[in-house]
């Protein structure tokens, strides 16, 4: 029983050890097991260059093309008027919207036509007279022949009378006319300042009436959307929304000024037909207030990227070795969430999602991402 006590304990021992290397090595095994990659994770998309038109908008407040004070041409009582000649009331061009009683003015036409038969009959008696006196000089001494005795004077004088009672006939047959008083062009009534019986003279004003054929919009362009007009403003297309309606329009002109206390310039553009007079469509009243779009300049071989990418004019890039490098970029314009940039980037591969704190030469892991270029095309940019 002696050697149990002895072996035992070594037997113990024994175990123990091994025991503990089996643990240790296990330790060793499962450490090495849990080694992790620490490089941070990114994703990337490749950059193409792509041209872009620049899309422009404003706002303005919809006006007449011109505003008119309508004023009699001749005196007299106002007998009839247009029912349509009332404030708020269309009329056409060419409509007549009052008429001036005219008993006057159509026996001043008829006097001015009867002093030129007179005229006329003056002069005709007149060249025969000289006609006369013309072969009685065939037989007379050269010296004696005077353009009195040929009535040249007389005939001159008769032609005159002639001419000033077809001037006094042209003015008579105005004056008639004008006793229907018609509309300019289609027109809006604003105001009428005249009714049945009032007695109107000469330049009085009888109404204010808008040009509804044309609208235009005066609209501020800032500063930095300058430099993105196009070359040739004139005849431009542009849309224009007014109570969620897109309606048709064209850049007439630029105004030429820059406003002394926004620094911005102002641009015109037209509406045709904006109350529907011709075309029948919905009408769009003066005085609405609307947004304006249309296309600036074309941006060629520029990349569009998302704003939060670009950090004092520069982006993270990946190098040739996959690691963390940065680029100096040109940014030329920012259009919502995004920056149209240039710069020696074509083909290379940007940065989505970089890292909290990035370092040039920073190792990263790729993982798999969205495979659409960052790039856009003029059907993104509409849709």
């Known amino acids: 029983m002696q050697w149990k006590k002895i072996v035992v304990p070594f037997v113990v021992l024994v175990c123990g050890y091994a025991g503990m290397e089996v643990i240790a090595a296990a330790g060793k095994e499962e450490t090495q097991a849990e080694e992790v990659d620490t490089r941070p994770l990114v994703t990337v998309q490749q950059l193409q260059p792509v041209n872009y038109t620049v899309s422009l908008t404003s706002y303005g407040e919809i006006i007449p093309l011109e505003s008119t004070n309508l004023a009699a041409q001749v005196s007299g009582e106002v007998v009839s008027w247009n029912p349509n000649f009332v404030p708020g009331g269309l009329v056409k061009r060419g409509d007549v919207l009052f008429t001036i009683e005219k008993d006057a ?36 001494p050269q010296n004696r022949i005077t ?4 009535r040249k004077p007389q005939v001159m004088s008769a032609q005159a009378a002639v001419k000033s009672a077809e ?63 196009p070359s040739n403003l004139a005849h431009t297309s542009a849309v224009v929304t007014v ?15 820059v406003d002394q206390a926004t620094r911005m310039s102002h641009l015109v553009a037209r509406i045709d037909d904006p109350y529907g007079m011709r075309s029948g469509k919905p009408l769009v ?66 940065v989505m999602t970089p890292p909290d704190y990035p370092l040039d030469g920073m190792k990263v892991k790729v993982i798999a991402g969205d495979s659409k270029l960052v790039a856009t095309t003029l059907a993104d940019q509409r849709g």
């Not at 004056?175 to 105001?191: Q, V, W």
């Not at 609307?290 to 990418?309: C, D, M, S």
């Open 167 to 229: 001037a006094q006939l042209r003015i008579a047959q105005r004056d008639l006319d004008n006793c229907a008083i018609t509309a300019p062009y289609d027109a809006l009534i604003i105001s009428r300042d005249i009714g049945t019986g009032d007695f109107v003279t000469t330049g009085t004003i009888a109404a204010t009436l808008n040009n509804v054929e044309s609208a235009e919009i005066n609209f501020p362009v800032a500063g930095f959307d300058q430099h993105f007009l």
């Open 243 to 257: 109570d969620n309606r897109a309606i048709a329009a064209t850049i007439n002109r630029d105004l030429g000024v």
């Open 147 to 150: 353009d009195l005795y040929l």
């Open 285 to 350: 009243k003066f005085g609405s207030y609307a947004n304006i779009k249309f296309a600036g300049k074309t941006l060629e071989n520029v990349f569009r990227v998302p704003q939060e990418l670009v950090n004092n004019s520069k982006i993270w890039l990946l190098d040739e070795e996959g690691d963390l490098v940065t680029s100096e970029i040109q940014v030329i314009r920012e259009e919502g969430t995004y920056m149209f940039i240039r710069g020696d980037i074509n083909g290379r591969k940007i």
């Open 105 to 140: 003015y159509e026996a001043a036409l008829l006097q001015a036509q009867a002093n030129l038969s007179s005229a006329q009959a003056q002069l005709i008696q007149e060249q025969a007279q000289a006609e006369v006196a013309k072969k009685e000089a065939e037989s007379m």
